[in-house]
């Protein structure tokens, strides 16, 4: 939806012109407020952008919640309340104008490029047909567990004109739980011409409650905590050297991640009654995270009854516009105090770093989470994260909460002074002229040369898999810092080719990698089923095992090598064999991933998925730095 008003003279045949696009988010309260968008002409014309719930039509949604096996699982943090995700459909590296757009527990999100019908929970994208958004299932059904896998189907889509047996079309998707997989997406793996479409997605979020609080614990520092499903890490250090008094009760302070330097209560409490004199809980420097929010946990106070002891619970809630952010006590009985506390500190200021084109481009490995980069240059140092807010660190300058890049000058005796905030990302990566993908930066400090114009960052990424190293300072012009950075991230996925005996080459960087260690190691790889299937992986040598087929079960073979794919957004190679053993109507077909894990030598494949459309396997070889050096011969 579009305004467009017309004002007051400006200039010379021109009046004032202010457009304003009104955007559907469910999770905007009913009293936001539009906003500047950042590439407006100052001067005559304005371009506003409204997020509210007043643009959205009528949604469905599930419970996002399942319990198997005494597990919880939780994919909520999945679900989009402004934007969906789009996933292209090709079986090989190609450009197509079809993709899925979906949605998770949450019927889809209506906007420009996806006015899929009201229910859907998933919908063909078609611009190549009359009608071109199509119904592929609607939002019915919770998740649930199916033959060990956690999924979500989306049932009575469109009529099915292609199989009898299926009036409807469905969408099924299959959530792998891995720990390490951030900002992923979906992927299509097969069914459109079954009526069936089916997608996996690898994601951390599809990993147990239980199992991602103990991943959090282990890899929480001083007071900072990471989000295991977003990688997004929280530092609370900032709050840190100051005692705090609660709003509503004066008579307590606390500090937090350590303890008051007061003696009013015993040595190491960290919260105190000093009307009373009495510990509300000894200090912790463990930040908790939880999928509702971030805690802080103080325990062993001072007796109160039946032989217990005071304890605290603090947490920290992402600050509402116009909020208190101070600590505000919300509960408190004979042995317990609760208290919230609003604070920016507790946001995750996050965008989607990946480029929305076919090829996508996805930056996410680029993301640091306990450190920062660092560009030096001409004297100065260029302090500089990716689609996130910089890592507060004790070596880091103090840049303005929020900023992802930051420039410093160093003294001589290595002290920092001068920081200039360079800009937050406010809108993905997108690509140029030249087709290189582009980061820019916004909203930074007050330009010197022109003071009513914020100082902005652009980053230009350059397919590159000789330079894994640092962006590059390049210049600096109109109130903008312009970096370089050459990476093989910014290549995407390419098509590679196949040199017999075992030697893959991605023909676009022009690499060779040698799987040769796997053949000399077992010439036969062996991987059991949940069903007891036991399959048979020989990479180097299928054509003399498995009747042509590098992947084996029994009799069936599951096709031969038909493409090798480097996806270096993912970080992953893909060998995709097809044409095997005949299975109802179709063959069988398999994949093979290779992933980099430095850790576990030369490592053994691990089924993921095994469905009617393809065999899914995943590999974990060879020790080294990177893949790169992993494979190069």
Sequence with gaps: MLFNFTGDNCALNTNYTVQIIMLCDYSAESNSYPELFPHADKQCNLFMRWKT???????SQTNCTVVNNDSHYDLSPLTTFSDNYVIPIRDEIQRTKSKIVLNVCHSIIRQYGAMCPIKSGACLDDPEKQNRYLNLGEVTESPSFKNGDLQIEYQNGMLCYEN????????????????EATETIPEYVGGKNECHYQLVWYTAAACSIESLRNYSVKTAGICSVTNPITNFTYNLQPLMNKDFTVVNASNIKL????????????????ICNSKYNISLGQADIKLIWQQD???????????????????????????PEGSSNQPILME?????????????????????????????????????STSNYIVKANGTEFHINICRPLVPTQQSPTCPYGSAACKVSVTSKNEYTNEINLGFPENSPTLNKDLQTVLRYIGGSQCPEDPVTSISSNFTFVCDNNNQGLPVYKTYVNCTYVFEWHTSIACGAVIGVWTPPCIIKDSFLSYE??????????????????????????????????????VCHESNGYGSLKSVIFDYSRDDVKLKYSNGSKCNNNSYTSEVRFLCNDSIGIGAPKLLLVSEFIQNFYSVIFPGKNKREIFQK
């Design 53 to 59: 719930v007043l643009a959205c039509g009528p949604r």
């Design 164 to 179: 009898i047996k299926a009036p409807h079309v469905k969408t099924t998707i299959r959530f792998i739980c891995l720990l």
């Design 255 to 270: 500090r937090v991640c350590e303890g008051l330097t007061d003696s009013t209560c015993v040595a190491g409490t960290a």
């Design 293 to 319: 929010g971030l805690y802080l946990k103080y325990f062993n106070g001072s007796s109160c009854e039946n032989g217990m002891y005071h304890y605290t619970i603090i947490k920290f809630v992402c600050r």
């Design 332 to 368: 408190q009985n004979s042995c317990q105090t609760i208290i919230h506390w609003n604070t920016d500190l507790a946001c995750e200021k996050k965008i989607k770093c990946t480029t929305n084109n076919d090829n996508e481009i996805n930056l996410t490995p680029l993301i640091r």
């Design 513 to 550: 990698y040698d799987l040769s260690f796997l053949h000399k190691k077992d010439q036969i790889h062996y991987v059991k089923g949940k069903q007891g299937k036991e399959y048979s992986i020989n990479i180097c040598g299928g054509e003399k095992y498995c009747n042509g087929s590098a």
